[in-house]
């Protein structure tokens, strides 16, 4: 060996060295990069489970609307023939074959129709949460699915060591967060013009910050909305929703089961 290739083998052996530590940290990184989107993808899994667990408990918790419903149009319709025993209402049910008798429990201190508003009250909870919390529930399953696939492509991207791959995962919730930004939201339900001009002078008479009211600033019908709705709902805010009650009852129909759209049964 000639005195030259001795004295380049050091360099040789160093650059060797180099290039196996680069190769190291590479490896490290690859390694520290995968364990934490495993573990942040991990951590947004369980958040979202819990939360569906809680939403739904909260869902069982409102009860069926249609049961509320029923119950309190039966307290109504039994206002001149209900027995009562303490907090214990029996009353005939015109909505089951045969019109057995039932017990309800109300407060014993409440007329019948103080007990019907509260289970309407509860029918309109109720069935407000089946919308909310149903539609909540059903984008959380698929966040849910989205999320768990999305982990088993990574997990596999980690498996092979693909170092291009487990980048664009790195960079895929920037762009993620950047859409959200951009995505218009869904329009909120508004109380109708006349509610809204109302509020609007209230608001001016206190002497409130002026307003700057953008479109749209106050609800309107899209053709679903019909002179009974609007009969009820100006009723109910007079106080009146005991006249809405009665007027339920006797378009009470045997062939027809709560909660089916009118639209397709009668004109209203």
Do not use: C
């Not at 050091?10 to 490896?27: K, Q």
């Not at 103080?114 to 539609?135: M, P, W």
């Not at 106080?239 to 909660?259: F, M």
Request: net charge positive; hydrophobic share 35%; charged share 30%.
């Amino acid at each position: 060996m000639s005195p030259r290739s001795r004295s380049s083998s050091p360099a040789r052996r160093g650059a060797h060295r180099r290039g196996w530590d680069r190769l190291l940290a590479a490896e490290q990184e690859f390694d520290n990069l995968a364990a934490s989107l495993i573990s942040k993808l991990r951590k947004e899994i369980n958040r979202r489970r819990k939360l569906q667990t809680n939403l739904k408990k909260d869902l069982t918790a409102h009860g069926n609307p249609a049961e509320h419903k029923r119950l309190g149009d039966l307290l109504l319709a039994n206002l001149s023939t209900a027995t009562r025993a303490g907090n214990i209402v029996r009353l005939q049910d015109y909505y089951t074959e045969g019109a057995p008798t039932i017990e309800v429990e109300i407060d014993e201190n409440a007329t019948l129709q103080e007990g019907a508003g509260k289970f309407f009250s509860r029918y309109t909870k109720a069935k407000r949460a089946v919308g909310e919390l149903g539609a909540r529930l059903q984008q959380l399953q698929g966040e849910l699915d989205e999320l768990e696939e999305k982990l088993v492509k990574l997990q596999r991207v980690v498996a092979d060591r693909d170092q291009t791959a487990l980048a664009g995962f790195a960079e895929a919730p920037k762009a993620t967060a950047a859409a959200r930004g951009k995505k218009q939201k869904a329009p909120l339900a508004l109380p109708g013009k006349e509610y809204m001009e109302h509020a609007k002078q209230l608001w001016e008479e206190l002497k409130l910050p002026a307003l700057s009211p953008k479109g749209p600033w106050h609800g309107y019908t899209l053709g679903d909305w019909t002179q009974t709705w609007e009969r009820f709902a100006k009723r109910t805010i007079t106080g009146d929703w005991e006249a809405n009650g009665l007027e339920t009852i006797k378009r009470r129909r045997e062939d027809v089961s709560p909660e089916t759209p009118t639209a397709n049964h009668e004109k209203l």
